[in-house]
Nanobody, 125 residues
Framework: QVQLVESGGGLVQAGGSLRLSCAAS????????MAWFRQAPGKERDEFVA?????????VHADSVKGRFTISRDNAKNTLYLQMNSLKPEDTAVYYCAARTGNSLTRGAEEYNYWGQGTQVTVSS
């Protein structure tokens, strides 16, 4: 199995940027499809943000973040990233990275087998 640890969250003003990282250990990182999800206050941990294929060649972003957020990965460093630009107050949430052994870029949280502990992102207006 794989262990995931997120970092990079914090407090930022609207319009600002943050870069989240997710460090993986354990089984070979490159064998997992990876994704970011988020949990806004009072909501479930199932809002899909973005996903990336094992080799990084296929990417999908949620409509709500398209053009502002970019998912990427570095398999040599066993790390997943989420570059977040033009942040809005509605982006405030705990952000989780997740891994699945399947090949497809599914948006369903229930399809992901492994989860990190989350990192808080707060965007002030």
């Amino acid at each position: 199995q794989v262990q995931l640890v997120e970092s990079g969250g914090g407090l930022v003003q609207a319009g600002g940027s943050l870069r989240l990282s997710c460090a993986a250990s354990g089984r070979t990182f490159s064998t997992y499809t990876m994704a970011w999800f988020r949990q806004a206050p009072g909501k479930e941990r199932d809002e899909f943000v973005a996903a990336i294929s094992r080799g990084g060649g296929n990417i999908v972003h949620a409509d709500s973040v398209k053009g502002r957020f970019t998912i990427s990965r570095d398999n040599a460093k066993n790390t997943l990233y989420l570059q977040m630009n033009s942040l809005k107050p509605e982006d405030t949430a705990v952000y989780y990275c997740a891994a699945r052994t399947g090949n497809s870029l599914t948006r369903g949280a229930e399809e992901y087998n492994y989860w990190g502990q989350g990192t808080q992102v707060t965007v002030s207006s």
